[in-house]
């Protein structure tokens, strides 16, 4: 197992699409958070959410801090489909032909990477956050427990989403349909879901992850509350569900498939 | 006499509408090179794939050193296979395939150097491999191969897309292989290549074994290309 796991992390250490997905990753992250300042203290601000002198505004911006788990979610689904897409699949089972084996191997990487995606783009995203925050002094004060809360949900959230990556792909196997399929659904139709049918959105991973943050972001126009959320311990027992759901559903379609 | 290191046992895979191996039954001899002959579509690659585990056979077994190959301990170290000329990341250089395969399976990366100067790739060993020729593909598959220093080799096509420099250079390397007495399964279109190198044939069609023997046994005094004809398509036509 040690040694198929330091085989694991030399693949993704030596490609560098994983270095251009991280450092997108950061830049993703950076935008969450700069953006709504910009946005949040515009005159024209149409979305109903505080500015930064308030605490509320200040939520609004750094919860967005745990947002590059997309990025951890192509990780996973990277870790798993680039074996088929390239073919390596053959030469990772002719090393370890017990293939429950390589699925942990590949479950723990991709867990790993996911919790370098998050860390990562918390640090780009935190720390331009405050930068921008600079040009509209005054502004509340960033508290520690909030930067705490969106740390906790970014660590939770790589680790999980990685796990899930390595299920999708697994279960898709074609690397553009999974990646693809992963963009839409976490950036259009779970972002809908989350936003505007919180009683099944919050039960799925992004409204897990949000209720994890745990952050009011005040009356808005989208009339969000973080009431309507799970609150962190079953938001975080959910995104471990997803975890295991994830990892099983590897494993079953991995085990029984033939390599042609 | 030798004894048997390879053995297909009423091996048999269907494919939803496709037989594509039926009842199968063979020994590949341990310490010599075994042809593995065959129209396309005949099944050999399905056999090869139930042998190294990758493909479950629907009944019966393929079985090396009396056992599945996932029953093998450390399995590279006695087996290598080239099944295809991908079995590496594009985005990786030669070394870097190299190590992601030698420290899954423990093995020294001094190996590498090695392996990499039996399969002539030293001027490539940092190159990326998407920028490899179909040739040296090839090579550096047979370098994973080589990786665990094995017994037995089992090769699907490994002279597909060479140029004759190329072929050349195979059968040079398969005779020095076969030279330090390891068990060789090899399959392949190249009749003439194959009746210089190896010593046993095998004959798959359909899914069904249709010869065995030893070279001569099965040439019977004639070319090998033609023994083969009269074995697969004029005898089913």
Redesign the interface.
């Known amino acids: 197992m040690k ?2 796991l ?2 694991e992390l ?2 993704l250490v ?4 994983n270095w251009l997905l991280l450092l997108w990753s950061g830049l993703f992250a950076a935008l969450g958070t700069v953006a709504p300042i910009f946005v949040l203290n515009s005159e024209n601000n149409r979305m109903g959410f505080s500015g930064t002198t308030t605490p509320e505004g200040i939520n609004a911006v750094f919860a967005n801090a745990a947002g590059g788990y997309l990025f951890a979610l192509i990780m996973g689904i990277l870790v798993m489909t ?1 074996e088929y897409r ?3 699949a ?9 293939r429950s084996t390589v699925l942990y191997a590949k479950l723990i990487a991709a867990a790993f990477a996911g919790l370098v995606v998050q860390i990562f783009s918390y640090v780009m995203a935190v720390s331009s956050g405050f930068i921008a925050l600079n040009f509209f002094e005054p502004h509340a004060p960033v508290p520690m427990e909030l930067l705490w809360k969106v740390f906790r949900a970014s660590v939770l959230s790589g680790l999980v989403l990685g796990i899930v990556g390595v299920g999708l792909g697994a279960l898709v196997k074609n690397q553009v349909a999974a990646v693809t399929g992963a963009v839409i659904w976490t950036l259009i139709v779970e972002g809908l879901v989350v936003a505007f049918v919180e009683s099944v959105g919050k039960y799925l991973p992004a409204g897990a992850i949000t209720g994890l943050v745990d952050v009011d972001f005040g009356k808005n126009d989208f009339n969000f509350s973080i009431a309507n959320y799970l609150t962190p311990g079953p938001a975080i027992l959910v995104l471990l569900a997803y975890a295991a759901a994830f990892s099983i559903l590897a494993m079953r379609t991995t085990l ?1 498939r ?3 | 006499m030798s004894s048997s290191t390879i053995e297909f046992r009423d091996l048999s895979k269907q494919y939803k509408d496709v037989l594509a191996v039926s009842n199968f039954n063979a020994q590949i001899l341990s310490g010599r090179v075994t042809g593995f002959l065959g129209p396309n579509g005949a099944g050999k690659s399905t056999a090869l ?1 139930c042998l ?5 056979p629907t009944s019966g077994e393929a079985l090396i050193n009396g056992g599945p ?2 029953a ?1 301990h450390d ?2 170290k006695k ?1 290598g ?1 080239v ?2 000329s ?7 250089t030669a070394m ?1 395939n190299l ?3 030698a ?4 093995i020294d990366f001094g190996r590498i150097a090695e392996v990499l100067k039996v399969v002539d790739l030293e001027g490539a060993t940092n190159k990326r491999t998407k920028g490899f020729s179909l040739g040296m593909k090839q090579r550096l598959s047979l370098a ?1 191969a080589m990786l665990g220093d094995p017994e037995i080799l089992i090769l699907d096509e490994p002279a597909n897309g060479l140029d004759p420099i190329g072929i050349v250079w195979l059968r040079e390397f398969l005779q020095k292989l076969a030279s330090e007495g390891r068990t060789i399964l090899v399959s392949s279109h190249q009749l003439a290549e194959m009746q210089n190198t190896v010593d046993d044939v095998l004959i798959i069609n359909k899914g069904v074994l249709v010869a065995q023997g030893t070279i001569d046994e099965i040439r019977q005094g004639k070319s090998l290309e033609e023994a083969f004809l009269d074995l697969t398509l004029r005898r089913s036509a």
């Open positions: 040694n198929l330091q085989s030399r693949k030596y490609l560098r699409a680039n390239h073919g390596t053959v030469g990772t089972f002719l090393v370890t032909p017990k029984r033939d390599l042609d | 794939r190294l585990g990758l493909v479950n190959y996932s093998l399995p590279i087996v296979a099944l295809d991908r079995g590496f990341h594009p985005g990786l870097q190590k992601v395969m420290s899954a399976s423990g994973i």
